[in-house]
């Protein structure tokens, strides 16, 4: 079952990169994108719990605070800079950096007491900023002048997705379920957005009939709906680092469909990058937790 659901969220959110990198080169502002991205989803979801007739947010101050967080480091920060990276790199670059997650988790998740250290998966870990380092040499693809700083700014976006998945473990109020949780964090990142999406005249709005483009963000909001349930299911079921086997899935297909949509040719030096980003992911995933109590 949690093999199934890290294939379908992995497929989720690499045909994500796809809509929104064609989105954003087709007269969507990334900013603009952003927003239809958390507000989209929040209403699907609000809707969803009414048919079901459960509270769709919980306004005791646990719950808010945590909506919150979430909603910054989960949703808000990280995605506007996917949207922005978008504009500066190639696609299949941004999938393989945004999906080292699991290498930064690892090292969070021992700070915050939710794993205990083990040296196979700390050379995980070291192998997976070795490809970071490989993926940022300048080649025929990437430019020192105009990509790395770019490639150094995405970064902060796994990081960010790190920090929240390990504040979802270790901060989830009880009770609470999936569908809640993802409604008001949602929410939060859309009343964050809204300002600043206004402010800088990067609202998006939509064409009556449909065009494209307005097709492509509808579907991104299904697919984002799904997957923000299936995310929290997989961290409240297995844990922060096992949900993360999907990142090795995501950076894949979003090479893939680099290639097969943009015409994304990869450098040898990439593929020795994603490779051992790649090899990287499955080593922390595959090896098995450490014992409940610490060795002596």
Same mark, same amino acid.
């Given at each position: 079952m949690n093999c199934l659901l890290l294939l379908l969220l992995?497929?989720?959110?690499?045909?994500?990169?796809?809509?929104?990198?064609?989105?954003?080169?087709?007269?969507?502002?990334?900013?603009?994108?952003?927003?239809w991205q958390s507000l989209g989803p929040a209403i699907a979801l609000l809707l969803i719990s009414?048919?079901?007739?459960?509270?769709?947010? *919980?306004?005791?101050?646990?719950?808010?605070?945590?909506?919150?967080?979430? #909603?910054?480091?989960?949703? &808000?920060? +990280? @995605?506007?800079?996917?949207y922005f990276t978008s504009q500066h790199l190639p696609p299949g670059i941004v999938g393989v950096m945004v999906n080292t997650v699991p290498i930064l988790v690892y090292p969070l998740a021992i700070l915050a007491a939710?794993?205990?250290? *083990?040296?196979?998966?700390?050379?995980?870990?070291?192998?997976?900023?070795? #490809?970071?380092?490989?993926? &940022?040499? +300048? @080649?025929v693809h990437i430019n020192a002048s105009t990509h790395i700083p770019w490639i150094l700014v995405i970064l902060l976006t796994p990081l960010s997705f790190a920090f929240c998945a390990v504040?979802?473990?270790?901060?989830?109020?009880?009770?609470s379920d999936a569908l809640s949780l993802s409604t008001g964090m949602l929410l939060v990142s859309s009343l964050?957005?809204?300002?600043?999406?206004?402010?800088?005249?990067?609202?998006?709005?939509?064409?009556?009939p449909l065009i494209?483009?307005?097709?492509?963000?509808l579907l991104e909001i299904t697919l984002s709906t799904i997957g923000?349930?299936?995310?929290?299911?997989?961290?409240?079921?297995?844990?922060?680092?096992?949900?993360?086997?999907?990142s090795g899935t995501v950076a894949l297909t979003s090479v893939f469909w680099g290639w097969v949509i943009f015409h994304e040719i990869m450098s040898p030096l990439n593929f020795v990058a994603i490779s051992f980003i790649v090899a990287a992911i499955?080593?922390?995933?595959?090896?098995?937790?450490?014992?409940?109590?610490?060795?002596?």
């Amino acid at each position: 079952m949690n093999c199934l659901l890290l294939l379908l969220l992995g497929l989720i959110w690499g045909s994500g990169y796809v809509i929104s990198n064609y989105c954003v080169h087709h007269g969507v502002l990334p900013l603009g994108y952003g927003f239809w991205q958390s507000l989209g989803p929040a209403i699907a979801l609000l809707l969803i719990s009414f048919c079901r007739r459960v509270p769709a947010i *919980q306004f005791e101050k646990k719950y808010l605070g945590y909506y919150v967080m979430c #909603g910054i480091f989960g949703i &808000a920060f +990280p @995605n506007t800079l996917i949207y922005f990276t978008s504009q500066h790199l190639p696609p299949g670059i941004v999938g393989v950096m945004v999906n080292t997650v699991p290498i930064l988790v690892y090292p969070l998740a021992i700070l915050a007491a939710q794993e205990y250290f *083990q040296w196979k998966r700390m050379v995980a870990v070291l192998v997976g900023v070795v #490809g970071v380092m490989i993926m &940022a040499i +300048p @080649n025929v693809h990437i430019n020192a002048s105009t990509h790395i700083p770019w490639i150094l700014v995405i970064l902060l976006t796994p990081l960010s997705f790190a920090f929240c998945a390990v504040f979802i473990a270790a901060k989830r109020p009880v009770p609470s379920d999936a569908l809640s949780l993802s409604t008001g964090m949602l929410l939060v990142s859309s009343l964050l957005l809204t300002p600043i999406v206004l402010g800088m005249h990067s609202f998006y709005l939509f064409h009556f009939p449909l065009i494209r483009t307005d097709w492509l963000i509808l579907l991104e909001i299904t697919l984002s709906t799904i997957g923000y349930v299936i995310f929290f299911f997989l961290i409240k079921r297995a844990g922060p680092v096992y949900y993360s086997l999907v990142s090795g899935t995501v950076a894949l297909t979003s090479v893939f469909w680099g290639w097969v949509i943009f015409h994304e040719i990869m450098s040898p030096l990439n593929f020795v990058a994603i490779s051992f980003i790649v090899a990287a992911i499955g080593l922390i995933s595959f090896t098995p937790a450490a014992a409940s109590s610490p060795p002596d």
